[in-house]
């Protein structure tokens, strides 16, 4: 098509990764590299107690024996663990900060990036909008978290996880590794020895955390991985809605994000987390740097009928390597995941879920919608399983797969296994190709070529952007739509 | 109002429309007959700008404005509307988001302001109710599980929303029963204007019992072989169209 070439041509010439930019600001690193000294560095950079120490030292022992796995559908160089930097800070004094005390580029960055960090400028929004909370995560500290008083007045707690480890000392020992161990895979042992910061959060039993909490995660400094580390404990009959951001500056090297997600429900415990993650893909054309995004998060549903729901819009990073998952031991728990992915340019991603049914009448449901572009690879590997005593387990899982252009792939591998013989376990899956006649025949009815396919898309991820909270499904939209410009040729 | 002047235009390098000239004066319907392969379907996508066709000679304007330079969208805004013999399907897109958002897209490309929701919501239910379409219908997928005949009274509603100027109904009357046929038929005679042009493809002349033509036109090989009065269609209807085959 004519106008197709045309629309690449525009759009290759517009700037389409809009969060590239790098901040100047005086930034404090450890010596590059990895060794027992440097996990020291960082836990006495974090004025940690002994055992926290000692927990990061035995989990690098463990991941000085470790493999780097190879199973995934992924292609990239090795890496070069003793070629970056494990700590990279913005100087500032010790201790938590007011935002008063904040670094002016510091706020200037995340006004850029569209977060709000002022609490009045959040209060002076449109009334009636939702009020949200930030955990701001830059490098590796976080330097601000907002609305924490207004939380504590109704028992939250929502803090750095450095503040975490020194003030609510029982809660991290209690559950930090209880989800996700440190030997659990490489990554997260690597994770577990080096990680700087991330969000803590507690909401007390009975409370429904009466706002919206986020953290945004901004990977600035060169050279350096992002090693966060977000530990959600609710405890019964309480409810929390959590969702976090990433962008990154677009530079010419890999940068390594290695984070661990441990989520905790004790009974009747309910837990929405969304995910849009928007790290610097690397160059469309070249394929040249970006991120890689090897993430592990799980969600643990400990007690009886409690509920965890995962929402991931996944559209940036070069490299993508995650699996949400519930581990539903209570019995009459429920897991939900709900993904989009999008790749483009050369991204690569390996993403899906595992539902891990241990508890008696246990339910899962997974919608995952795919979309490939350009000469990206997609793929979704999910695990379905069902232990003997978890009688019947139901899963439901739809997969739908949307391809556009040529030179782009999708991969669908669903694993499933059933270990007793009253477990019902559906799965759906659809692969389609964007059309050139259905793209035809939205233009005909008058929108130009980029709007058409963006209300295509739109449809197609529909069913999973209902599961984003209102103001954040917007921005997913429009966030979806922006990753796929240039796409259709 | 459709000036069409000497059209040429190949697919792959192989030429369907061999010279076509053509005249649609505004307020008139014109119907486009022709046997299989003539370039009947090839004649509606070169006037609404489908990839994939190449024209290599000739000119096709609407009220003096040259179509064959602009994209789709562009043609659409203009007053083009191409009503299609497949309607496609469009998963996860309401009905009415569709309408909404072309009706926009439209005025927008005009430089008119976007309908206010409740002008446009009374609009659609008037509209609907004329086609005897459910408004339930159009909170559904557009398309997605629709019957034909549903599919095509959905481009008929599309076409009573937008108002177009130039009307391009390609083959409307295929799949659809003696009811359906009849409901789209008079939506389509509602929209007959004076300042409106209408162009009506088809193989058979039993569209024509419904939509009457002002004129008549023989499309064979990739011209117009023969032009008349609707007394053609009933003569074309009785002896086949194998005298124009050869003549061509």
Known sequence: MVAVKQTVEHVESLEA?????????????????????????????????????????????????????????????????????????????????????????????????????????????????????????????????????ELAAVGVIFCSMSEAIREHPELVKKYLGSVVPTSDNYFACLNSAVFSDGSFVYVPPGVRCPMELSTYFRINAAESG?????????????????????????????????????????????????????????????????????????????????????????????????YPSCVLRGNDSSGEFYSIAVTNGFQQADTGTKMIHLGANTKSRIISKGISAGKSSNTYRGLVSAHPKAKGARNFTQCDSLLIGKDCAAHTVPYVEARNGQSVFEHEATTTRLSDDQLFYVMQRGLNQEEAVALLVNGFVKDVLQQLPMEFAVEAQKLVAISLEGSVG | MLSINNLRASVEDKEILKGLTLDVPAGEVHAIMGPNGAGKSTLSYVLSGRGGYEVTDGSATLNGEDLLALEPDERAAKGVFLSFQYPLEIPGVPALTFLRTALNAQRKARGEDEIAAPAFLKLVREKAAELKIDFDMLKRSLNVGFSGG?????????????????LILDET??????????????????????????????????????????????LSAGRIVASGGPELALQLEAEGYDKYASAA
């Not at chain 1, 690193?29 to 006495?44: E, Y």
């Not at chain 1, 007011?98 to 400028?121: F, H, M, N, R, W």
């Not at chain 1, 549903?301 to 965890?308: A, H, I, L, T, Y």
Request: hydrophobic letters at 40%.
């Open chain 2, 150 to 166: 549903e599919k095509k009274r959905m481009e008929i509603l599309q076409m009573a929303i937008l108002q177009p100027k130039l």
């Open chain 1, 226 to 322: 992002q090693f966060e580390r977000t530990l959600i404990i609710v405890d019964k009959g309480a409810y929390v809605s959590y969702l976090e951001g990433c962008t990154a500056p677009m530079r010419d090297e890999n940068q390594l994000h290695a984070a661990v997600v441990e989520l905790v429900a004790l009974e009747d415990a309910e837990i929405k987390y969304s995910t849009v993650q928007n790290w610097y893909p690397g160059d469309p054309k070249t394929g040249k740097g970006g991120i890689y995004n090897f993430v592990t998060k799980r969600a643990d549903c400990r007690g009886d009928r409690s509920k965890v729901s995962w929402t991931q819009v996944e559209t940036g990073s070069a490299v993508t390597w995650k």
């Open chain 1, 17 to 149: 990764y809009k969060h590239g930019f790098i901040t100047d600001i005086d930034q404090e690193f450890a010596p590059k590299g990895l060794n027992a000294d440097i996990v020291r560095f960082i836990s006495a950079k974090k004025d940690e107690p002994e055992w926290m120490l000692q927990w990061r030292l035995e989990a690098f022992e463990r991941w000085l024996a470790m493999e780097e796995p190879t199973w995934a559908k992924v292609n990239f160089p090795r890496i070069d663990y003793q070629d970056a930097y494990y700590y990279a800070a913005p100087k500032a004094k010790d201790g938590p900060m007011s935002l008063d005390e904040v670094d002016p580029e510091l706020l200037a960055t995340y006004a850029k990036l569209g977060i709000p960090l002022k609490e009045q400028e959040v209060l002076a929004g449109v009334q009636g909008a939702p009020k949200y909370a930030v955990d701001a995560v830059f490098d590796s500290v976080s330097v601000v978290t907002t609305f924490k008083k």
């Open chain 2, 173 to 218: 009357d295929s799949g659809l029963d003696i009811d359906a046929l009849r409901i789209v038929s008079e939506g389509v005679n509602a929209m007959r204007a004076p300042d409106r042009a209408m162009l009506v493809i088809t193989h058979y002349q039993r569209l024509l019992d419904h939509i009457k033509p002002d004129r008549v036109h023989v």
